[in-house]
């Protein structure tokens, strides 16, 4: 017979299939089990009568452990109490090999508990909702970028120079010489973006980040789109029109998983452009206005981000940061170079920084400057500065951190679930 999987099996209304997959609950009366099977496509309840199997399978029924596998065989009938419309009266059952006692249970856990445990707490109900999501943002990602005519490049992860300041590298050995992980790889977009036009490269980047946030992880994926020919302000109009198909392709590929995660999708449906565009002065003075003590020429930390997210229902797009909280590679406003032509995309209810980029300093005085202003060792960047010396055109760009987008989107907490296997603060195992 048929082997059907759950996400698809109103495709087999009554008809015999096998379910391959796990025991993740039961429930007996008697005379009758309820298994709830979960193939990793979904769970569904199947019903087993005594006197419609063996004895012997009956037997194995009620001693199967919770997470043991099992083959489960039986018609599919609808039903309209089950959340996903179906279920299955069991014809034939099988274990394929018994758990040992699973250490979740169905009581409540403390995350430190169910952080040890990551490897089997993927199994659970919120966790493949989580990721369900974040597997429909980066297909979302994907199909906006390779529909709008920007080419996909991958950038390098071992890499000899820092793009996002030095603090936070992950230095390792490579043949006797230094070299770090990336933190980003918009160094190398530039060039590519001047040898293809539009660019995007999409892939993990690393961070040594010492303090322990519920936004920052030390190994996240981020999407980043680079453009030739593109000022700070077409740069906004990419990064809201890219936000907001995101999340609407998440509103219409993921409602059940929202629903599962109890999101709010109101606040998500108005997620929709124009997003509001703000100096950095003007927020400082909105800041200020509501209780934060923000000195001049602050970077924004993460309350800061919070309070000014939580005046307005959709993302917001804060623009021109003073030049010296921010790398070495922005263009510094003509009017007035204390500030430069940067721009965060902070998230709505609180979440804050999703996006950050901007417009690049094409002039190569004024980059060798910043360059040496910042300390950076000049011979490190050789081939940067030579994308100013050949062709030099205005272009700007934008990093989207997928992993603060899912928690977002999600509704969550913490950065935390937002990624199978996340690496924190001193903490890689599993
Ligand atoms: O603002 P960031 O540092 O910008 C850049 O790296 C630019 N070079 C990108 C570009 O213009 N091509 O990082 C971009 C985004 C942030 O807005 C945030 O979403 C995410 O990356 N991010 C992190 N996410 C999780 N954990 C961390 N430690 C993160 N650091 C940055
Ligand atoms: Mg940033």
């Keep these: 017979m048929a082997r059907a999987t759950v996400e698809r099996i109103a495709e087999h209304t009554g008809t015999e299939v ?80 018994a758990s040992e006692p699973y250490p979740i249970s169905p009581k409540d856990h403390g995350t430190a508990f169910l952080m040890e445990n990551r490897h089997l707490w993927l199994r659970s109900r919120r966790q493949h909702a989580i990721l369900r999501v974040r597997a429909s943002i980066v297909r979302a990602i994907r199909d906006y970028f390779d529909d709008r005519g920007f080419l996909l490049v991958d950038t390098p992860i071992l890499t000899p120079a820092a793009c996002e300041g030095t603090t936070t590298l992950f230095e390792l050995d490579y043949f006797g010489e230094k070299a770090y992980l990336t933190q980003s790889g918009q160094l190398y977009n530039e060039a590519t973006a001047a040898a293809f036009g539009k660019v995007y490269a999409f892939g993990p980047t690393f961070r040594a980040e010492k303090s322990k946030t519920r936004r920052h992880l030390m190994e996240f994926w981020m999407v980043e789109p680079e453009m030739s020919f593109c000022d700070l302000w077409q740069n906004m109009d990419v990064a809201e029109d890219f936000l907001s198909y995101v999340v609407a392709r998440v509103l219409e590929e993921r409602r059940f998983e929202l629903a599962t995660l109890e999101r709010d999708t109101s606040a998500l449906e108005k997620v929709v452009k124009p997003f509001p565009r703000i100096h950095y002065e003007e927020a400082v003075k909105i800041l200020r206005a509501n209780g934060s003590d923000i000195p001049d020429g602050d970077d924004f930390g993460g ?104 928690a977002w989107i999600c509704g969550l907490p913490h950065i935390r679930e937002t990624i199978p296997f996340p690496r924190m603060l001193e903490k890689i195992t599993p």
């Design 18 to 97: 096998t379910i391959l997959g796990w025991l993740a609950a039961k429930r007996s009366s008697g005379k009758i089990h309820f298994l709830q099977v979960r193939d990793g496509t979904g769970t569904i309840q199947c019903v087993m009568v005594k006197s419609q199997v063996t004895p012997e399978e009956f037997e194995a029924a009620d001693r199967c452990t919770q997470e043991s596998s099992v083959a489960v065989t039986g018609t599919v009938r609808e039903d309209a109490r089950s959340p996903i419309g179906f279920e299955i009266d069991v014809k034939s059952f099988a274990v394929v090999s």
């Design 303 to 406: 309350d800061d981000e919070t309070i000014l997210t939580k005046q307005f229902d959709r993302p917001i797009i804060v623009h021109h940061y003073p030049s010296a909280v921010k790398a070495f590679y922005m263009k510094r406003d003509a009017q007035d170079p204390t500030y430069c032509m940067s721009m965060d995309v902070l998230a709505p209810e609180g979440y804050g920084e999703v996006i950050g980029g901007g417009q690049r300093e094409e002039d190569l005085a004024v980059l060798q400057a910043a360059i040496e202003g910042q300390g950076l060792p000049m011979e490190a960047f050789g081939w940067y500065l030579d994308l100013r010396r050949f062709g030099s055109v205005p272009h700007s760009g934008f990093g989207l951190g997928v992993e603060r987008t899912v």
